[in-house]
C-alpha cells in the first residue's frame, strides 16, 4: 500500500464553523506533513510531525491545530477560519524526517477547503 | 531571488515533441526532487535524484550538482502529460523540508 488518503475531498465551511481534516497512511512512515497550495503557486509547508511530536510548525495562525493520534493518523483541527484560508490543503508522509539524505514525499490528493 | 528558480513557467508541445524543463537552485542540497500535479491536485514524486541520471518510462531526470542543475525530459511527449512539473530540492540543513520552484505548466496538444 502505497497511497496516503485524504477526507473529505471538499470542504465548505463558514467562519465560526468547526472542522477536522483527516489523514492516512498505511506505509510505516514515521515523518506526516501538512502543505497549503493556493492556486498556481506551488504548495506551502505548514506543519510536520517527526515520530508522531510535532517538529516543524511554520508560524502558522493558532486557527490551524495539528493532531498526529498515532503513526498512520495526522488530523488539521480548523476554527474561525478566515475566507483568504481557502485552498487546497496537502497531507504527504515520508519514511523518516531525514537530514543526511533525501526521503521521497508520498502526497495525498488533498482536501479543497472554501470558506464563506 | 528565488532559491529554487524553474524554466520555462509555461510550455506548449504537440504530441510527440521532446520537452526539456529546467530547475536552477541556489543552495547546497541532499536531494532534488521532480514532482507532477494534474488538474484536481493529487501530487505524484516522479524522481529524487542526488547524483547523475534516472530513467522511468518516457521521463529521464538529470542533475549537475557542481553546477547546482537539473533537467526533467520527456520523450514522446502525450497529451496525458500535461501537467504542473515541480523542481523541489531538500536542503543540506533543512531535513526533510522541501524548497519549491514556481512550477512548469506543460500543455501537450493532440
Known amino acids: 500500500d502505497t497511497e496516503v488518503t485524504q477526507t473529505p475531498k471538499h470542504l465548505v465551511m463558514g467562519m465560526t464553523n468547526k472542522k477536522s481534516l483527516k489523514c492516512e497512511q498505511h506505509m510505516g512512515h514515521r515523518a506526516m506533513y501538512w502543505y497549503k497550495q493556493k492556486a498556481k503557486k506551488p504548495p506551502e509547508l505548514m506543519f510536520v510531525y517527526s515520530y508522531e511530536k510535532l517538529s516543524i510548525n511554520e508560524s502558522v495562525p493558532s486557527r490551524f491545530s495539528p493532531e498526529c493520534p498515532n503513526s498512520s493518523l495526522l488530523n488539521l483541527h480548523l476554527h474561525a477560519l478566515q475566507p483568504e484560508d481557502s485552498a487546497l490543503y496537502l497531507c504527504a508522509s515520508s519514511l523518516h524526517m531525514s537530514r543526511e539524505r533525501g526521503d521521497t514525499q508520498y502526497f495525498g490528493p488533498g482536501t479543497r477547503l472554501t470558506v464563506l | 531571488k528565488n532559491e529554487v528558480e524553474q524554466s520555462p513557467q509555461n510550455l506548449t508541445a504537440q504530441e510527440g515533441e521532446f520537452i526539456t524543463i529546467n530547475c536552477s537552485y541556489s543552495?547546497?542540497?541532499?536531494?532534488l526532487h521532480w514532482l507532477q500535479q494534474h488538474p484536481g491536485g493529487g501530487i505524484v514524486s516522479l524522481f529524487m535524484l542526488s547524483s547523475g541520471k534516472k530513467k522511468h518510462g518516457r521521463l529521464i531526470a538529470t542533475i549537475n550538482i557542481q553546477e547546482k542543475h537539473s533537467s526533467l525530459h520527456i520523450t514522446a511527449s502525450h497529451p496525458r502529460d500535461s501537467a504542473v512539473y515541480i523542481c523541489?530540492?531538500?536542503?543540506?540543513?533543512?531535513?526533510?523540508?522541501?524548497?519549491f520552484g514556481e512550477g512548469t505548466q506543460l500543455t501537450v496538444n493532440p
Open positions: 543552495v547546497g542540497i541532499s536531494a
Open positions: 523541489a530540492v531538500q536542503g543540506e540543513t533543512s531535513g526533510s523540508r522541501l524548497t
